[in-house]
């Protein structure tokens, strides 16, 4: 039943989308929404047959492709990649399903399966070339999508959008050639298998150094300061479908990618670059959320608070513990939701009166009451309130890399308030008080295509603040494995020391019962 699912889940989107060629205008929207819910379908029989209690890969597929160099067709899953699969595919069927009336529809919606493809492949690729395959090509859709269908700006924040992302894509491929170089010293064989490089142990000075390659292309994607000035142009020029991928997947990639490379590769440049990160991390956080404050534009507010929450999202990551890391993987998934769903209610707004300006809003609660109420749920969510998915994230990260430093988390928790600040002042400026322009008063409340994308996206939020198990712990037990193996690569005593070995604690554990 699970033969080949993955390439099934990969290749489908793309298939589908060259099909779509031939599929007349008018049935272009049925048939981007049929192709998506069988991709989502998908997804769910995945996460159905994966069995969390199983340490490792799974569903793994293998195919030679330059077998000299070591250069497989390599994919596979476990519980960290798992839920950002379903993430992507949930995602590209509500946005393909919520799309207003675009021009040359028929483009974007088979764009958007060609990204699906992309985003997919990035997930389940085992193989160091197939990622990098996978990683670059998901440029291209996205810079199409912002170019073809964007703002006033698109062709300036599409370049931008491009240059930074492909710069630091070429730093991490030399890094990725440094690493099956040194890997062939040490094996007297090629190979460019992440899993392979996973039991290849190096020196602290060469582990400092290919962090430094691919951290340039991780960060960039993220983005961290002071990488992150693509970003408030891409989201500010893109169209909603645009902003609501980006937001809430193509940003997962950078820190996904730090989780799959960075730290089992490299476990003692993690933990030298740790306190920096952190640093960063909390910049991040800080002055991202001061400028989100200072906004005029609800799209701005909502795209700087995305860069302050992967903030949050970093620094758990570099907790290099089994809290820190489950609570960061989890928080993708949780920003995933949240983010999407504030872009895709501001692309509602904007549908309506093409303006995403504060000062011509006002009063909107009193006008459109169910807008307003997802809209105040989903601000809930982004500041963290208890029961919805962000609070669970943003707590196990924070206390997570509380065991590392107490001084840094309180600073960066305290950071988190002010997100709670700026995106409450932009809702009660936005929708309480009185109608302030006189254009408001015949808005039309979401209708039934807009609640399809909507509502599911609100019952997500809740059902995992309220209860995050079922997706928690299939995190939580493959990052236990990549802590331990860490612990068990770290040669110097500080890293020794900083990771801790979660096999230990939980034989304890147990000994302790």
């Given amino acids: ?8 889940l990969v290749f489908f989107p793309a298939l589908a989308a060259l099909l779509g ?11 981007g929404i049929a192709v998506a ?40 899953i476990d519980g960290i990649s798992l839920f950002i699969i379903v993430l992507a595919t949930f995602f590209t069927l509500i ?62 924040a599409s370049i931008k959008f491009f240059l930074y992302t492909f710069t630091g894509s070429l730093i991490m491929l030399v890094g990725m050639l440094f690493m099956a170089y040194f890997y062939h010293q040490a094996t007297g064989v090629w190979s460019f298998s992440i899993l392979e490089w ?37 989201h500010g020029q893109a169209p909603t479908i645009g902003s609501v991928i980006l937001a809430a997947i193509l940003l997962k990639m950078g820190t996904y990618a730090f989780v799959r490379f960075s730290l089992p590769m490299f476990p003692d440049a993690s933990v030298f670059f740790m306190v920096p990160i952190a640093v960063i991390s909390i910049i991040m956080i800080i002055y991202t959320a001061m400028v989100a404050y200072a906004q005029e534009d609800i799209k701005q507010v909502v795209a700087y608070s995305s860069v302050s929450h992967m903030g949050v999202i970093v620094l758990g990551t570099f ?49 459109m009451p169910h807008y307003a109420t997802i809209f105040g749920i989903m601000v809930m969510a982004s500041a963290g309130m208890p029961l ?8 196990l990260s924070l206390l997570g890399f509380y065991k590392q430093s107490h001084i840094l988390t309180i600073l ?50 809740v059902w995992l603040g309220v209860y995050p198990k079922p997706v928690l712990e299939p995190i939580s037990n493959s990052v236990t494995s990549i802590v331990s193996l860490m612990h068990e690569k770290a040669i110097t005593p500080e890293a020794k020391e900083r990771i801790p070995n979660p096999m230990r604690q939980d034989a304890t554990a147990e000994g302790r019962h």
């Fill in 412 to 461: 960066a928790g305290t950071a988190i308030i002010v997100g709670a600040i700026y995106m409450l002042a932009a809702f009660k400026k936005a929708f309480f008080g009185t109608v302030t322009n006189e254009a408001n008063r015949k808005l039309d409340d979401v209708n039934g295509r807009e609640l399809f994308a909507l509502v599911p996206l609100v019952l997500v939020t």
């Fill in 21 to 31: 060629f031939v599929v007349e205008k008018g049935s272009i929207r049925a048939y």
């Fill in 1 to 8: 039943m699970f033969d080949n699912i993955l390439s099934i």
């Fill in 198 to 234: 996973y039991r290849l142990v190096l020196p602290e000075n060469l582990q400092i150094w290919l962090f430094v390659a691919f951290f340039f292309g991780f960060a960039i994607k993220v983005p961290m300061f002071p990488f992150h000035t693509w970003l408030p142009y891409a």
């Fill in 388 to 395: 919805t998915i962000n609070f669970v994230g943003e707590f």
């Fill in 37 to 76: 819910a069988i991709e989502f379908a998908l997804s769910l029989v995945l996460w159905y047959g994966y069995d969390a209690s199983v340490v490792g890969m799974q569903f793994m597929e293998s195919l030679p492709l330059i077998s000299a160099f070591g250069i497989h067709y390599l994919v596979g």
């Fill in 319 to 367: 907790a290099l513990n089994v809290e820190g890391i489950s609570g960061s993987v989890f928080l993708m998934i949780a920003h995933g939701v949240v983010s999407g769903a504030l872009f895709m209610l501001v692309g509602v707004y904007y549908d309506r009166r093409h303006t995403k300006l504060l000062s011509e809003m006002g009063g909107l609660a009193s006008v």
């Fill in 95 to 156: 946005g393909i399903a919520s799309l207003g009336e675009v021009n040359r529809i028929k483009d974007m919606i088979l764009t958007l399966l060609f990204l699906e493809m992309t985003m997919v492949g990035v997930f389940v690729a085992l193989d160091a070339v197939v990622f990098y395959i996978f990683w670059e090509l998901s440029l291209v859709p996205m810079l199409y999508i912002i170019g073809a269908w964007g703002g006033p700006l698109r062709i300036y």
